[in-house]
């Protein structure tokens, strides 16, 4: 069954520190990953997309790692600010008829809270 | 450039009811996908729409179906309420199908009871 687990569950970090958000998945055939941020009632908000070869990928203060091989996936913010306390949902896309939008599995989210 | 707008934003029916939510893509966007998103199951895909053409479905029950219009316009439809359909229902779109960017909507929250 594929499936994609996230940890911790929440974190909660002072304003300017740094932190990473797991994710380990088990879903084949594997297409991309992607790390979204969603704000509380609002839809999610693409930060990165990494395929099969992309080993980092960077979006401002987010940097996301992909580890193939061990099926590993970080999201690492730097000098964290307010505005990041938000739910980050980790997808990983299978492949369905020439798209990944077909085969995604989600995360449960790292729910992150900034407090200053 | 109008991102994606979802109608309506809120919604309260009772067991039994049929409900029809409708989501507008970006401009120019062919490609729109629903999903559920629950507190206790999370995101969940329910279908993708491209070129008025169902591309795929999740696991979810008949009662779930939904269409997408020559200006991809899309709505879908939840028949037979149960309390256990009260989510989120947010709507993505995307130029194709291809390995892009989806842009969701802020969704509809239904509650049923």
């Known amino acids: 069954k594929n499936q994609v687990e996230q940890s911790p569950q929440s974190l909660i970090i002072l304003e300017g520190k740094n932190c990473t958000l797991q994710?380990?998945?088990?879903?084949?055939?594997?297409?991309?990953l992607r790390w979204y941020k969603q704000d509380t009632g609002r839809g999610p908000v693409s930060l990165t997309i990494?395929?099969?070869?992309?080993n980092t990928k960077s979006n401002g203060r987010y940097t996301a790692t992909l580890d193939a091989d061990t099926k590993q996936s970080s999201l690492h913010i730097t000098a964290s600010q307010l505005s990041d306390s938000a739910s980050y949902i980790c997808?990983?896309?299978?492949?369905?008829?020439?798209?990944?939008?077909?085969?995604?599995?989600f995360g449960q989210g790292t729910i992150l809270t900034v407090h200053p | 450039k109008a991102g994606v707008t979802q109608t309506p934003r809120y919604l309260i029916k009772t067991r039994g009811q049929q409900v029809t939510l409708s989501c507008s893509p970006i401009?120019?966007?062919?490609?729109v996908s629903w999903y559920q998103q629950t507190p206790g199951q999370g995101l969940q895909f329910l279908f993708e729409?491209?070129?008025?053409?169902?591309?795929n479905k999740g696991n979810f029950p008949g009662r779930f179906s939904g269409r997408q219009f020559s200006n991809s316009r899309s709505e879908m439809n939840v028949s037979t309420l149960e309390l256990g359909d009260s989510a989120l229902y947010l709507c993505?779109?995307?130029?194709?199908?291809?390995?892009?960017?989806?842009?969701f909507g802020p969704g509809t929250r239904l509650l049923v009871l």
């Open positions: 401009s120019g966007h062919r490609s």
């Open positions: 994710c380990n998945y088990t879903v084949s055939p594997f297409s991309n």
């Open positions: 997808v990983v896309g299978g492949n369905a008829g020439g798209t990944s939008y077909g085969k995604l599995t």
């Open positions: 993505a779109s995307s130029l194709t199908r291809t390995e892009e960017t989806q842009y």
């Open positions: 990494m395929t099969f070869s992309e």
């Open positions: 729409y491209f070129s008025e053409t169902q591309r």
